[in-house]
T-cell receptor
Framework: KAGVTQTPRYLIKTRGQQVTLSCSPISGHRSVSWYQQTPGQGLQFLFEYFSETQRNKGNFPGRFSGRQFSNSRSEMNVSTLELGDSALYLC???????????FGPGTRLLVL | GESVGLHLPTLSVQEGDNSIINCAYSNSASDYFIWYKQESGKGPQFIIDIRSNMDKRQGQRVTVLLNKTVKHLSLQIAATQPGDSAVYFCAENRGSSNTGKLIFGQGTTLQVKP
């Protein structure tokens, strides 16, 4: 079974731009969670989608948004990028409970 | 922000020795715990999990112990190998109202000396 895939793997943007990251879950998984990983804050939960609905949300500003498609693929968008948004963005997929999560390799975002 | 605590940021062990990585959590409502391994340039890799109705679970060369009384979790790695060198995270799920949300500790870097 293929694992979680994320595209792109690396991205460089400038302040004020927006970015869209994509995540394809493990086949059969309907829950996708997104996390931000930075050296200072560690792994922080952004949001979780299940059956195209946001089921849970972390404490991030509204500039961070996401969506899920009918095939369970998910995207997250960050608008008006700030330098502090530079991070590794990870998505994880799981079954209906959203508990046992399997991570993708991440998208490394650098904001200049 | 929310976090699960880990006792040591770095643990250095000799190849072949056993490793013990500790984690403390604060929320009594947490009912599910996972250990992840993250190698440089990769996403976290699932190692082993345990539910709050258990106090011990074993996998291949790994054992997780859960002490709910003192809210403590540990990961034991037997016969540590160079390939075990990585950052290890504990994560917790705080019940059904937090579906899909894992709270992660800060991580312990395991260094294996040959």
């Amino acid at each position: 079974k293929a694992g979680v895939t994320q595209t792109p793997r690396y991205l460089i943007k400038t302040r004020g731009q927006q970015v869209t990251l994509s995540c394809s879950p493990i086949s059969g998984h309907r829950s996708v969670s997104w996390y931000q990983q930075t050296p200072g804050q560690g792994l922080q939960f952004l949001f979780e989608y299940f059956s195209e609905t946001q089921r849970n949300k972390g404490n991030f500003p509204g500039r961070f948004s996401g969506r899920q498609f009918s095939n369970s693929r998910s995207e997250m968008n960050v608008s008006t990028l700030e330098l502090g948004d530079s991070a590794l963005y990870l998505c994880a997929s799981s079954g209906e409970s959203g508990e046992t999560q399997y991570f993708g390799p991440g998208t490394r975002l650098l904001v200049l | 922000g929310e976090s699960v605590g880990l006792h040591l940021p770095t643990l250095s062990v000799q190849e072949g020795d056993n490793s013990i990585i500790n984690c403390a959590y604060s929320n009594s409502a947490s009912d599910y715990f996972i250990w992840y391994k993250q190698e440089s340039g990769k996403g976290p890799q699932f190692i082993i999990d345990i539910r709050s109705n258990m106090d011990k679970r074993q996998g291949q060369r790994v054992t997780v112990l859960l002490n709910k009384t003192v809210k403590h979790l540990s990961l034991q790695i037997a016969a540590t190998q160079p390939g075990d060198s990585a950052v290890y995270f504990c994560a917790e799920n705080r019940g059904s109202s937090n579906t899909g949300k894992l709270i992660f500790g800060q991580g312990t870097t395991l260094q294996v000396k040959p």
